[in-house]
């Protein structure tokens, strides 16, 4: 257990630093020049609702995202179907459906995979000849991630996995294809194993580049000439948004059957601000769950929009860092070992917009 659990550590050590130039070479000098910036949106219900704060806390398919090493809680077979209506009140109403799967395979071990899709809806066609909208018909984007996953319980205290991830993005005539590496360790330590402690790497790949007829492009040879020909224009590829996360959490366990946990988080972001998330969960007989948190970064607290445009510049998130949301679980019999049936719920403030609503539904075996 302990060799196996040397390799994996130095497995991570040895991903960190082949990623050390991207993930810690962030500046807003270099702001917007990444890509595939679904790629840290958390689509979960439960664990976005104390906006990620519980990354060493994280279990089950929503593991996937926040920290891999956390699927390895599963028993026998964990379901997850998650709804996310992404910045309510823009103009083409975008949408995030999760659903991931999990299964033990070993005495220790866990496979996942897990699918996220976005609806954006569809856009109108215009080109340099017909700039107005309405007259070529619309297309829709497609952006895509899957997710295949394996993590492993080294003790009772300590546990760590992988996650590969497929990028797909696309409309009709352009698209990109990404491949990317998640790392993460989970620590839990304490006289009732009541304090925790994560690290997680997400994001870690070669470029990505688009490529397709969307590209190119029918000319003249010059003025005075018919004579056509194809130009395909030259497109750069781009990097993908590395995160180092470092985080940490405490239960408080009182009474009977009631638990609070306070979780704490830091982000390191290669191509935006760096994040401090701090965050609490109360849960009662772990049937019933409160959460909330709040995310802070340089500018987050620009005062207001200004015909579109923030008030602080410095200002890189449409967040206004605050996070809330609630869980119900209950068991479906009276078996300690019952298959579970849970409900989540959570909400991100926003600038201007509705704000971000998840919906979710989780069935534990």
């Not at 219900?45 to 891999?68: D, L, P, R």
């Not at 009541?194 to 790497?201: C, K, P």
């Not at 008030?311 to 679980?329: K, T």
């Not at 209950?330 to 971000?356: C, H, I, Q």
Request: hydrophobic share 40%; glycine share 10%; proline share 3%.
């Amino acid at each position: 257990m302990k060799k196996s659990f040397r390799y994996i550590v130095l497995s991570f050590v040895v991903l960190m630093g082949l990623s050390a130039p991207q993930a810690f070479a962030g500046n807003k000098d270099r702001s917007g020049q990444a890509g595939a910036s679904e790629l840290l949106i958390n689509p979960w219900a439960a664990s976005s609702g104390w906006g990620n704060a519980g990354m060493s806390f994280v279990h089950g398919v929503e593991a996937i995202y926040g920290n891999v090493a956390g699927i390895s809680s599963c028993n026998t077979l964990d379901l997850n179907f998650s709804h996310t209506s992404w910045l309510v009140g823009v103009g083409n109403d975008t949408r995030i459906s999760s659903f991931g799967l999990l299964a033990r395979v070993g005495e220790s071990s866990v496979l996942g995979l897990s699918f996220m899709s976005f609806s954006i809806g569809e856009i109108p066609i215009t080109t340099t000849q017909n700039p107005d909208p309405g007259t070529l018909g619309t297309f829709k984007p497609n952006l895509m991630n899957i997710n295949l996953s394996f993590a492993k319980a080294f003790s009772n205290s300590i546990s760590g996995g992988f996650n590969l991830k497929i990028i797909s993005e696309s409309i009709k005539d352009m698209g990109g294809v990404g491949v990317a590496l998640d790392a993460g360790i989970q620590y839990v330590t304490g006289p009732f194993d009541n304090v925790h402690f994560g690290i997680t790497l997400k994001n870690i790949g070669p470029t990505m580049k688009f490529s397709g007829d969307g590209i190119s492009l029918r000319v003249f040879m010059d003025n005075n000439s018919n004579q056509q020909f194809t130009m395909v224009q030259r497109v750069d590829d781009f990097e993908l948004p590395t995160q180092l996360s470092i985080a940490a959490a405490y239960d408080w366990l009182f009474a009977e059957n009631n638990r609070l946990t306070i979780a704490g988080n830091f982000a390191s972001n290669s191509f935006t601000n760096d994040q401090i998330t701090l965050g609490f969960e109360y849960g009662w007989k772990e049937m019933f769950m409160i959460r909330a948190g709040y995310t802070y970064e340089k500018g987050i607290w620009a005062k207001q929009f200004t015909e579109g445009v923030l008030y602080d510049d410095n200002c890189m998130n449409v967040n206004r860092g605050l996070s809330a949301g609630c869980s119900v679980q209950v068991p479906l019999s009276k078996d300690e070992n019952a298959m579970k049936f849970a409900v989540d719920y959570s909400y991100r403030d926003t600038y201007t917009f509705g704000g971000t609503h998840s919906v979710g539904a989780r069935i534990i075996f």
